[in-house]
């Protein structure tokens, strides 16, 4: 089980153009449709944990990994999901300065924008909807969006409105 | 390490960041790898990341395991399914906020929605997804459409 979850999480690391939130749906399509270790609301509450606990936000693979196969699956699955793209990074890192004039890198990072922005905003439905798409949850995600579009407020208060919207409305 | 220590400039710090929000991976774990090797070599990778990582790790795992405790009380999972909820909202308000620049561009638009509606609603695997959207992102991009 450790050396599947080890092998995609590797395999994740090289397409999480966007980072964390656009591999979030993918993830749970793995460990919830396809594996079945968790349910999608178990999941939804792993990835509550990792936004409430200070911190960078891949942590939530750690939490997933020791969900699944407890502490050593959580730092494998960690450094899977981290080691490729490190690599990557590691390795492009000079070439990249070099290329700052390029044309072919505008045209990339233009193109690249659409399709974060659509798969960015797929992890946040797939975690917002963990029973389905529902009312509560649709209200506490517009409100914590808009929030965070609309003002310069800190995150963590979006987060804490969500806990006392969840406990009032759930 | 830009304010207080001085060990990079404002602005090469935003070409890495750049770099790395460009590559696939968390942004920070890379940012600590591209520094880490610009002073030390790989070890100098390696020991950024660690460092990095260590002490959120601790946290994150202490409050997993506090919850794995109350996990069955009704009420701690309502919260926590709330600020998970919410989490998810903060993602769609940061993809909003980096949709500004197709607000004139149609085609834009309409490649973000079909990854959504593929993506999201379809459950098609992001591995499928990935290689189609950008082959059709580059063409656009090509073309001047995004």
Redesign the interface.
Known sequence: MILHLAFYFALLSLVSVGGIPSVMPEMQRLVVDVQGWMSAAEYTQLFAIAQAAPGPNVLVTALIGWKVAGFAGGLVALGAFCGPAAVLAYSIGGYWDRMRDAPWRRVFQRALVPISVGFIVSGGYVLATPQGLDWQGALIACASAATLYATRLNPLWMLSGGGVLGFLLF | MVEERRWVAPVDFA??LA????????????VS??LG??WFG?LG?VVA?AG??A???V???G??LL?ADF?SNP?V???????????????????????R??AQ?P???A??????GV??IG?V???TV?PV??LL??F???RDL?
């Open positions: 070409e890495v770099l790395c929000q460009f590559l696939p991976g968390p942004n920070v774990g890379n790898v591209v090797r610009r790989p990778s990341f990095l990582m002490l959120p790790l946290w994150v795992f409050l997993a919850y996990s009420a999972r309502a919260v926590v399914t709330g600020v998970g909820i919410a989490g998810g909202g903060l993602f769609i308000g940061t993809a909003l906020k980096l949709a620049p197709l561009k085609w834009g638009i490649l973000a929605a079909s990854c959504f993506i999201a459950r695997s992001l591995f990935l959207a950008m992102g580059w656009a991009a090509r995004l």
